[in-house]
């Protein structure tokens, strides 16, 4: 039987593609600063990244929260770099779509 914290998480892993699409933004511009080998602006990322670990480690989410929270370490410690960020988009994405693929059912709806 499902409870008021499973609905609360069937909404936000519907909202994870929008939060992924504004994470994927900022990235690119972060990137693109850095192929100019300019100092990134990771204001917008950082907020964006933080909010993410924190949301997702309250629904359960582990594997985002972590990837988010690591981001973020990087992004304060000013460790940001092009190929860290390709890698994590890559584990990022690829957690993202597992866990909304893991809530839908065979015909495409969330599982209720």
Same mark, same amino acid.
Not at 16 to 24: A, C, D, G, R
């Given at each position: 039987m499902k409870n008021e914290l499973d609905d609360l998480k069937d909404a936000y892993i519907a909202e994870?593609?929008?939060?992924?699409?504004?994470?994927?933004i900022e990235i690119d511009k972060v990137s693109v600063q850095l192929k100019k080998n300019a100092a990134p602006n990771?204001?917008?990322? $950082?907020? %964006?990244v933080?909010?993410?670990a924190g949301s997702?480690?309250?629904?359960g989410l582990q594997p985002i929260s972590v990837l988010a929270r690591d981001l973020e370490d990087q992004i304060v410690a000013e460790r940001v770099q092009l $190929?860290? %960020?390709?890698e994590w988009l890559k584990h990022f994405r690829a957690y993202v779509d597992y866990t909304i693929l893991e809530a839908r059912d065979k015909n495409g709806k969330m599982v209720a």
């Open positions: 994870l593609p929008e939060k992924v699409q504004k994470i994927m990771t204001a917008e990322l $950082l907020i %964006l933080h909010k993410l997702a480690g309250t629904y $190929l860290y %960020l390709e």
